[in-house]
């Protein structure tokens, strides 16, 4: 398993956005459009690939010179609860870290809120809806 940072518009970009449409998008009736991954060209994304399958990724978004925004984590159905989660989380981390980050923050799904806080992730402010699903704002000190 390789856990690497790709290029948009890549091969491995579009095994990603095949992943997280699966897992992110299908299940709540959405859909990409062209202009929204055409604005991704400035995130950075991540990830994780075994024999050139996507199992998992993720992308990041400068909010400011110190923090850093996950968004778009999703690991494939067949691959959860295999720890692969996990390594994304620390892949991010210390990415965040060697790139002068002392902040990560999301939005995550409300039924993700748990998990995040496995991890660390405190809540900030109030349930709100994002993709049509009740989301947290998430953040985590790297300090």
Known sequence: ????????????YWKCVRLRDKILREP?????????????????HVGVFENEKALGCFSL?????KE??????????????KGIG?????????WAKENNYNEISCHARESA??????????TE???????SLPHM????SLD
């Not at 402010?125 to 993709?131: A, D, I, N, Q, T």
């Not at 704002?137 to 985590?140: E, G, R």
């Open 113 to 122: 809120v748990r998990y995040y806080e496995k991890f660390g992730y405190k």
């Open 1 to 12: 398993m390789e856990i690497k940072t790709i290029t948009h518009y890549s091969k491995d």
């Open 68 to 81: 850093i925004k996950m968004r778009q984590v999703c690991v494939d159905s067949d691959q959860q609860q």
């Open 125 to 131: 402010g109030k349930l709100f809806r994002e993709v």
């Open 28 to 44: 709540i009736n959405l859909m990409f459009s062209e202009e929204e991954l055409y604005l991704e060209h400035d995130q950075i």
């Open 137 to 140: 704002k998430m953040k985590k």
């Open 86 to 94: 996990e390594k994304m989380m620390k892949y991010c981390e210390e």
């Open 61 to 65: 978004v400068p909010v400011s010179d």
